[in-house]
């Protein structure tokens, strides 16, 4: 019997034109031909689990299913076809979905992201839940929808994946995958018809020219065009819209703050600082590697620590990449709404500040180079916070002890470091103090940073990928968030007001302690 799933706990509209043809009737090609090839469909390939082709982190575990795999190649699909880190995270968030959904069709225990139908005639309590795992990130993957510009040979390379994969599971000649590729398919076309016209990336901004605290572009090789301003005004995966938790506003300039915070970072973020020790500058370095295949890796790593199932597996996935994305809306909605300078045109025109405790130096650099995006507040704080965060959640503790991989020499492409965090708080306060030593932000955009990732979590998981029923002992991941969610204070810091959806006095939020701990300066 089919289990039951009830529907999503608000549904979303917006629905409109399907995916491009042209790609829907490749995608059916590839299926096809699967089909026409009796090799293909031997019932001996079917008996082992196919061998992924690609890795999220080249030389590093993935989980050993499907999801796990699929996750690895939808990485590497997405950082060919998308320029910017905020971008590929929205990206994965959409193929992250649709398999968590099509997993949870199949086997239950929590509630979709987005219920679709299943083709009349699909029987789902056969399906197999691998094809339908491959199917539904293979048809978003290759949907006009989500504008990934693959080269051609890379397009070629993802269909072969794909038909490879197929092919190993025992193609479509046996039911369980024909079952398996129909669920996919229905999760992806159900989830691009839920999520059209949910973003436009056709817009543009362009700064104005220098003024006090008026972002405008650092000078080269910082990129001289405004990045993915669409992100700030998306509809958002989870949150009623990217404004729901707008930052504070940054610090006046006239402020002893400012002056405090604009001292340290010119200080500590200098290129040739001599005040940052070199674990600093390494600290500092190892937060410059690409967020896409760092975050993934982190959840995969999880996800093989704690031995987490299909379902446990997909879960965390699209929890992670669903959680990055809409803090990531957030966190852009602040940027382009504050429109805060970073710290190299700060410390170069500090005399336009009007503040006699700030001095510029005209030729004052970072460690690393600026993004093209506005600074107030960090996005690795939101980021990053939001996921130190979701851990606490789905672990059921703060001592989450996560091992992360990230840059040795501070290039995005290089993973050959590693850094464990044994408790929340500790992965919060390196990320304020990396973007600091960095040179790239302010210590409150930081901190503004983390609890603006900290509000998207606790928001969200009140709301998203629920257990269908009623926890039981054979639901661990459940008993984590409830426990996760009772050890909350009772206040979040900043809001005023009780979060809803929580009883006997309690919400969601970073304990004020920890918060007024990530305010003081890190002793160096």
């Avoid at 910082?222 to 005004?233: D, F, G, H, I």
């Avoid at 973020?269 to 982190?298: D, L, M, Y």
Wanted: hydrophobic share 40%; glycine share 8%.
């Amino acid at each position: 019997m089919t289990p039951y799933l009830p529907r999503i706990l608000r549904t979303r509209g917006h629905r409109g034109r399907r995916f491009g043809r042209a790609l829907r009737a490749m995608a059916a090609a590839v299926i096809a031909a699967l089909g026409a090839g009796g090799a293909l469909a031997s019932s001996a390939a079917a008996t082992s689990a196919p061998v992924c082709p690609d890795s999220v982190i080249p030389n590093v575990a993935i989980v050993p299913n499907s999801v796990g795999c699929w996750n690895a190649i939808a990485v590497q699909a997405v950082r060919l076809g998308s320029p910017y880190q905020v971008q590929g995270l929205i990206y994965m968030g959409y193929a992250q979905a649709a398999v968590y959904d099509a997993v949870t069709k199949i086997e239950g225990r929590y509630v979709p992201y987005d219920d679709f139908a299943v083709p009349e005639g699909v029987d789902v309590s056969s399906a197999s839940p691998d094809a339908a795992t491959a199917t539904a990130a293979y048809t978003i993957l290759t949907s006009s929808f989500l504008h990934l510009n693959l080269p051609a040979s890379a397009q070629v390379a993802l269909s072969a994946k794909y038909a490879d994969y197929i092919a190993a599971l025992g193609g479509v000649q046996e039911p369980a995958v024909s079952a398996g590729i129909a669920v996919g398919q229905a999760a992806a076309n159900g989830l691009i018809d839920d999520r059209t016209g949910d973003r436009d990336e056709s817009i543009t901004f362009t700064p104005g020219p220098l003024t006090p605290s008026g972002w405008t572009f650092a000078p080269p090789p910082s990129l001289q065009s405004a990045q993915t301003p669409w992100v700030a005004v998306m509809r958002p995966f989870m949150l009623d819209s990217p404004s729901q938790f707008r930052a504070d506003p940054p610090p006046a300039l006239s402020s002893r703050q400012w002056a405090r915070e604009f001292n340290e970072v010119k200080a500590y973020g200098a290129a040739n600082s001599s005040v940052r020790s070199p674990e600093q500058t390494a600290i500092a370095k190892f937060w410059n590697a690409n967020a896409v295949n760092q975050s993934n890796q982190a959840f995969q790593d999880v996800a093989l620590a704690h031995g987490m199932d299909l379902v446990g597996t997909a879960r965390l996935l699209a929890m992670g990449d669903l959680v990055d994305s809409d803090a990531g809306a957030a966190c852009w909605d602040s940027k382009y709404h504050y429109l805060f300078w970073r710290p190299i045109m700060a410390i170069r025109n500090a005399e336009i500040a009007g503040n006699p405790a700030t001095q510029p130096d005209p030729a004052w650099t970072p460690l690393l180079t600026t993004p093209n995006h506005p600074e107030y507040p960090a996005a690795h704080g939101c980021e990053t916070g939001a996921e130190a965060e979701l851990f606490a959640a789905v672990l059921g503790t703060r001592r989450i002890d996560v091992t992360i991989r990230g840059s040795a020499d501070g290039t995005p492409n290089d993973w050959s470091a590693t850094r464990t965090f044994s408790r929340v708080s500790d992965l919060q306060r390196e990320i304020v103090n990396a973007r600091v030593w960095a040179g790239l932000h302010y210590r409150q955009s930081a901190l503004e940073g983390v609890v603006l990732g900290g509000k998207v979590v606790y928001w969200t998981l009140q709301r998203y990928f629920l257990p269908c029923e009623p926890w039981t002992e054979r639901s661990p991941a459940s008993a984590a968030v409830v426990a996760w969610a009772s050890a909350r204070p009772r206040r979040w810091p900043g809001m005023g007001s009780h979060v809803p959806g929580i009883g006997s006095g309690r919400a969601h939020g970073i304990r004020t302690s920890i918060l007024q701990g990530l305010r003081r300066r890190i002793p160096r």
